[in-house]
């Protein structure tokens, strides 16, 4: 790695998403756009990127199924990758190692699902005392119905996220701002 204390984490941007009956494609495209963004920044500017493949033993989850790898038509070379089987990436996938011999402080935190993975690390990352950058519009997420039958659109559930990340867990920034180390302030 080139010294970098940041790195850029594109968390489960893998086809197995693409097999789930929830997939729609007129969300993913945004996302798509805004990742591919944020990877090609990253890049230019010198910060490491890291992939995370999310595995388990359920099709199409199993490394079996050929479903686990990079979402296209993302564009990705990253500096290291990791797999994992829980919702933080830094649970057992050897990244939380990677991070510490690289002297990375800061995270950019990115990819599928908003509430669900990048939420879970970004709070994890939080609490071992990164600096973490949410970039929610460089993740994906879809509608889902909560117990009272109301269905929460994908742009609800992001605003909530990042509603309960901000200022307490993570910056919430945009792909330029993230790139640029720019973002609102942490609270105190």
């Known amino acids: 790695m080139s ?6 984490l594109v968390i489960d941007a893998q086809e197995s998403f693409r097999q789930r009956d929830y997939w729609d494609e ?13 990877i090609d920044g990253a890049e230019a500017g010198g910060i490491p990127v890291v992939q995370i493949f999310h595995v388990d033993e359920n099709p199409p989850f199993s490394e079996a199924s050929g479903f686990v790898r990079t979402l296209a038509p993302l564009r990705i070379a ?13 649970v ?3 990244l939380d190692v990677w991070l510490t011999e690289n002297g990375v402080r800061r995270i950019l935190v990115s990819g599928i699902r908003t509430e669900q993975c990048c939420e879970t690390t970004t709070r994890h990352a939080s609490d071992l005392g990164y600096q973490v950058d949410y970039v929610g519009e460089a993740t994906l997420t879809f509608p889902m119905a909560d117990a009272t039958g109301r269905t929460w659109s994908a742009r609800e559930i992001r605003d909530r996220t990042e509603l309960v990340l901000s200022g307490r867990f993570a910056r919430i920034t945009t792909v330029e701002q993230a790139l640029a180390g720019r973002g609102k302030p942490l609270a105190a």
């Open 78 to 90: 990253p500096n290291a990758t990791f797999r994992k089987n829980r919702h933080s990436a830094l």
């Open 3 to 8: 010294g970098h204390d940041t790195v850029l």
């Open 26 to 38: 007129t969300l993913a495209s945004p996302y798509i756009d805004r990742q591919q963004a944020l």
């Open 92 to 94: 057992g996938s050897g």
